[in-house]
């Protein structure tokens, strides 16, 4: 057998601010403990009730700086002039155990993995219309009028990636959008090349004599 532990999922969950990415990895969160998210680093301030080490590790930008030249980063990006990055070691630790990794990150960022990664899962959130993205992003109300402006702007623009990813999922409604994650997790974890090196290895008597013998 080449490898007897398989290697857990990587699995990147991105789109544009305001497609509600972070409601739908919480609510996949809640109904798959085993799945892990990885907690990114950032240069903005914490929000109100936002913790550090839970919902970032938060820092300032010559700590990120510091962390890029030494390499700490697998993939970072300037989003509305705050850096975000997610940590090497942390993915790769969990990765190496078998369990399950979520990436919930911003467009620059998920193509970045994209070009290190062949065994990626890429799945862009689309909003259900932009007049809708533009209204959730008003109600989040955590932005000044010219940041909210910039994320809109940059949203436009940014739909046009989806065609780069592997999966796309409409959020019109969070528990149907996660279902289709659930979904598409399911079927990854069946793919016959990702399987090869597991359960196939070890069932492979008992699969030629059932099908050749
Ligand atoms: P927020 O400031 O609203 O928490 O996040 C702003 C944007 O940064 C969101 O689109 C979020 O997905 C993205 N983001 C969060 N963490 C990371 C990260 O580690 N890397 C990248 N590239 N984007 C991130």
Redesign the pocket.
């Not at 991105?14 to 601010?17: A, H, K, R, V």
């Given at each position: 057998m080449e490898n007897s532990k398989a290697k857990g999922l990587l699995i990147v969950i991105?789109?544009?601010?305001g497609a509600g990415?972070?409601t739908i990895c919480k609510r996949l969160l809640q109904k798959h403990p085993e799945l892990n998210l990885?907690v990114?680093?950032?240069t903005?301030l914490p929000?109100s009730g936002e913790i550090d080490g839970v919902?970032?590790y938060f820092m300032t930008k010559d700590e990120f700086k510091n962390k890029i030249e030494d390499g700490d980063f697998l993939?970072?990006?300037e989003?509305?002039d705050?850096y975000?990055?997610?940590p090497k070691s942390n993915v790769e630790e969990i990765l190496n155990s078998g369990k399950d990794v979520i990436?919930?990150?911003?467009i620059?960022?998920?193509l970045?993995v994209k070009e290190n990664s062949k065994n990626g899962i890429f799945i862009f959130i689309l909003p259900p219309s932009m007049e809708e993205l533009k209204q959730r992003i008003i109600k989040r109300g955590s932005e000044t009028p010219e940041s909210l402006m910039k994320r809109f702007k940059s949203a436009y623009k940014e739909i046009n990636f989806v065609s780069r990813y592997n999966y796309a999922v409409v959020n019109d409604e969070v528990e149907t959008a996660t279902e289709k994650i659930e979904a598409i997790i399911n079927a990854e974890k069946c793919r016959v090349d990702r399987l090869k090196h597991s359960i196939l290895d070890s069932k492979e008597d008992l699969i030629h004599e059932q099908l050749y013998d």
């Open positions: 991105s789109g544009p601010s990415k972070g990885s990114s680093a950032t903005r929000r919902n970032y993939e970072y990006a989003v509305y705050n975000y990055g997610t990436l919930e990150i911003d620059q960022g998920a970045k």
